[in-house]
């Protein structure tokens, strides 16, 4: 079982940035598509944004365009998600989480097989 680890969470003030990092094998993400979901306190698993494949651009949510940004280093076996002016409603439990190429486009967490154990970001209001 491939095993994705996030870190870099925290808390962070009205405005802040901060920046995650998932750190999988060697090779994981460059056979597959790295994303990031979030679950805030009672709710579901929400998808944040998800690499982009071949020419297309990643993908967003509504919520986080503008403000997030995810990027990836090779060799680093590193994907990142930059997030900036954060708002309280950005608190979450954020997940790195893979899917396939033939399932780029999809937003839903059934589409992705692989999931990290979470980092907590806390934004007080």
């Known amino acids: 079982q491939v095993q994705l680890v996030e870190s870099g969470g925290g808390v962070v003030q009205v405005g802040d940035s901060v920046r995650l990092s998932c750190t999988a094998p060697?090779?994981?993400?460059?056979?597959?598509?790295p994303g990031w979901f979030r679950r805030a306190p009672g709710k579901g698993r929400e998808f944040v944004a998800v690499m982009g494949w071949r020419d297309a651009s990643p993908l967003y949510a509504d919520s986080v365009k503008g403000r997030f940004t995810i990027s990836r280093d090779n060799a680093k076996n590193t994907v990142y998600l930059q997030m900036n002016s954060l708002k309280p409603e950005d608190t979450a439990l954020y997940y790195c989480?893979?899917?396939?190429?033939?399932?780029?486009?999809?937003?839903?967490?059934?589409?992705?097989?692989?999931w990290g154990q979470g980092i907590q970001v806390t934004v007080p209001s």
């Open positions: 989480a893979t899917t396939s190429f033939s399932k780029f486009g999809s937003m839903a967490s059934s589409d992705f097989g692989t």
């Open positions: 060697v090779h994981t993400f460059s056979s597959s598509l």
